[in-house]
């Protein structure tokens, strides 16, 4: 698998920089895009379509929180770390535990918008792990 996401890592990287602009703005964007091929083929009407909208926001949220985390993890190797650095294990158990109850509730409701913005959050953790392997932050990238 890393044979394969290595290749569009390089390309993501490439785009970003190339452009001047942050991840976050792509990796939402995508996001958005997937939620709303979902709400138009559920068919659902507009109450789907606030799904979209919710899910889309919630999942900027959680691009924030991983990036403090991120930095959070590397301030703590290089000795740096600062009170506020410790609770992300915290956060991280609480994403983990109210995406569960989330996706059962949408499951029970027959959100599929919403379904699927669960699945890529949880996707989400999975893909920065291999994104920060392959560009790990630099000192001078922590804030």
Not at 53 to 62: A, K
Not at 112 to 136: H, M, Q
């Given at each position: 698998?890393?044979?394969?996401?290595?290749?569009?890592?390089?390309?993501?990287?490439?785009?970003?920089?190339?452009?001047?602009?942050?991840?976050?703005?792509?990796?939402?964007?995508?996001?958005?895009?997937?939620?709303?091929?979902?709400?138009?083929?559920?068919?659902?009407?507009?109450?789907?379509?606030?799904g979209v909208?919710?899910?889309?926001?919630?999942?900027?949220?959680?691009v924030l929180?991983?990036?403090?985390?991120?930095?959070?993890?590397?301030?703590?190797?290089?000795?740096?770390?600062?009170?506020?650095?410790?609770?992300?294990?915290?956060?991280?158990?609480?994403?983990?535990?109210?995406?569960?109850?989330?996706?059962?509730?949408?499951?029970?409701?027959?959100?599929?918008?919403?379904?699927?913005?669960?699945?890529?959050?949880?996707?989400?953790?999975?893909?920065?792990?291999?994104?920060?392997?392959?560009?790990?932050?630099?000192?001078?990238?922590?804030?």
């Open positions: 698998m890393s044979s394969l996401i290595k290749p569009l890592l390089r390309k993501f990287r490439k785009i970003e920089s190339s452009l001047g602009t942050k991840a976050h703005y792509f990796e939402t964007g995508f996001v958005f895009v997937v939620l709303a091929v979902t709400a138009i083929l559920s068919d659902k009407g507009w109450v789907e379509w606030v909208f919710g899910v889309t926001f919630t999942f900027e949220y959680q929180s991983t990036y403090l985390r991120e930095h959070a993890e590397a301030r703590k190797k290089i000795g740096r770390h600062v009170k506020s650095d410790f609770i992300y294990k915290q956060i991280q158990f609480l994403f983990y535990t109210k995406e569960a109850v989330w996706i059962t509730y949408f499951l029970l409701l027959g959100a599929y918008s919403a379904i699927v913005g669960t699945i890529v959050f949880i996707s989400y953790g999975i893909w920065r792990k291999l994104y920060r392997n392959e560009y790990p932050l630099r000192d001078e990238d922590l804030i």
